[in-house]
């Protein structure tokens, strides 16, 4: 089983990079928190792997944390949460606040998440409430009005939100509407606030 992954990043998507080691490239299944941290394509990079191994094939995930792998780990020991819906929850809030979430049973801050029903996300409290022992706190949801045209930062948002299950229209009114609502100008902040607002 593949546990640590080391080599040059040849290209990196919002859910996805390939890292080339020993002339292999691996593809690599990334949660948004480890993409925007890391650095741009051809540089070193070290990532902390989970190998998934079905009958029809093998997957790798990665994270930049010990901590996400591990939050990944209890995730897919949830029923019904397969290695997928749980890169997509570790990207549906940043960490410490789906950790803070989840330890206070705030089912409606789950359910926000795209692919995350009410009863899934009842599941993931109660399976994993008193089994999380890292602190964290949640942050305020952002308010939003509408603004103008899309940038290639913006873009990246959009695909990322279209890769989570957003409809394409859904996903691009939230990325303005963050844009107008004041959401930074870098990768996971205005990701963070769109998620927040796509209906």
């Known amino acids: 089983m593949i546990a640590s992954l080391r080599g040059r990043l040849l290209e990196k998507h919002p859910n ?16 948004i928190s480890t993409y925007s941290a890391l650095p741009a394509p051809g540089a070193e990079v070290q990532l902390r792997i989970h190998t998934h191994v079905r009958e029809d094939a093998i997957a790798l995930y990665g994270f930049l944390s010990l901590e996400e792998k591990a939050l990944f780990e209890r995730l897919i020991a949830v029923s019904g949460i397969g290695p997928r819906l749980a890169v997509t929850v570790l990207s549906g809030l940043p960490t410490a606040e789906l950790i803070a979430a989840i330890r206070a ?15 899934t996300a009842e599941r993931i409290v109660l399976e994993l409430r008193d089994k999380l022992d890292w602190p964290g706190g949640p942050t305020s949801a952002p308010k939003a009005a509408p603004a ?10 959009l695909s990322a939100l279209v890769n989570l299950g957003c409809t394409r229209a859904a996903a691009e009114a939230a990325v303005r509407q963050a844009k107008a609502a004041g ?10 606030k769109a998620l927040a607002l796509v209906r």
């Open 16 to 31: 996805q990079v390939i890292v080339e080691a020993g002339g292999v490239g691996y593809d690599v299944t990334i949660p």
């Open 148 to 157: 103008p045209a899309l940038t290639a930062l913006d873009q990246d948002v």
């Open 183 to 192: 959401a930074p100008a870098e990768f996971e902040p205005l990701f963070r």
């Open 105 to 119: 049973g705030q089912v409606e801050s789950l359910v926000r998440i795209p692919g995350v029903g009410k009863k």
